[in-house]
């Protein structure tokens, strides 16, 4: 069974419709990036998961329980890191932590403790001010608050956002240990933490779902790139679905082409055939690559169109 399960989505605020039927599952285990720009319904969705927001219409299910009708079991298997993290400057890093662990029920268990403090690296920061650290060291007190009671589900909303590059790599190993143990939900705007990170990736946009497939299915295609040492654009246009050839540079005496499926047709083997049959100097013959980045934008494009 799956350990989150959100079914028909939707979120009004007045007149405004910021989710419109949402659907999708998690499985435990898994570490999911949620996609979208800003202001596509990603926080709103994390917020009616960590029950700080009803839905207007649909359910949302974690380890089985309603965010509605079960918040207290919900949020007991739940840890929750918002985009800005609802720190207290003036208090000690333990201060805060200890005052948290009492907030949550957790057990007189130094092992719990010891292991957020130290799956955070903050055990050399615990008598500061939270207020005096950077705040990348912020971040990590935010989530150590997250899994002080070992979550079976945590949602990390930005959890990269205003980093520099050594504490991101740092947070980014961090997301990968905690999955040991929990099934993470990463909300952002940052395509490369998603590829970083992440199995799969949903994306929103608009407050509706686009897209929800693991990372290599969404960037597969079955174009493919060639560079012969002719002007072939013709003779490639004639192969059976194929549907538009592309040339994208020259060098060496090459002509380089992107070559267009015009479904899940597989083109390399075709291609090579006709480049013997022509007599065609082969430089390159590949399926073509595409990133998330393209992806997101092919349906931003899409979105707009329609």
């Not at 333990?94 to 907030?103: G, H, N, R, W």
């Not at 013709?234 to 380089?256: M, N, P, W, Y």
Request: aromatic residues 4%.
């Amino acid at each position: 069974m799956a350990i989150i399960e959100v079914e028909g989505l939707a979120k009004n605020y007045g007149p405004v419709r910021a989710l419109s039927g949402v659907s999708f599952q998690v499985e435990k285990g898994e570490i999911i990036g949620l996609l979208g720009p800003n202001g596509a319904g990603k926080t709103t969705t994390m917020k009616i998961l960590a029950g700080y927001l009803q839905p207007s219409e649909g359910t949302a299910r974690i380890a089985g329980h309603d965010v509605v009708e079960e918040p207290l079991e919900v949020q007991q298997r739940l840890g929750y890191l918002p985009e800005n993290a609802p720190l207290y400057p003036d208090m000690a890093v333990q201060e805060y932590l200890l005052m948290m662990a009492e907030l949550r029920g957790v057990p007189n268990d130094r092992k719990l403790l010891s292991d957020a403090i130290f799956g955070t690296g903050l055990q050399n920061h615990l008598t500061k001010p939270i207020g005096a650290l950077s705040k990348g060291f912020r971040q990590r007190v935010g989530l150590a608050q997250a899994i002080l009671h070992k979550p079976e589900v945590l949602i990390l909303d930005e959890p990269t956002n205003g980093l520099d590059p050594n504490q991101i790599l740092e947070i980014r190993a961090l997301i990968q240990r905690l999955a040991q143990h929990s099934t993470i939900i990463v909300s952002t705007h940052i395509l490369p933490e998603v590829e970083a990170t992440c199995h799969r990736a949903i994306i929103v946009m608009d407050g509706e779902l686009q897209a929800d497939a693991k990372l290599d299915e969404l960037t597969s295609t079955s174009n493919a790139v060639v560079a012969v040492d002719k002007d072939a654009k013709a003779g490639l246009s004639t192969l059976k679905g194929v549907r538009s050839v592309e040339e994208i540079g020259k060098s060496d005496g090459f002509r380089r082409y992107r070559v267009v499926a015009e479904k899940d047709q597989e083109l390399c083997p075709m291609i090579f055939d006709l480049a013997r049959k022509e007599d065609w100097r082969l430089a390159e013959l590949r399926p073509d690559s595409r990133t998330l980045e393209s992806v997101f934008r092919e349906l931003a494009e899409k979105g707009a169109a329609a």
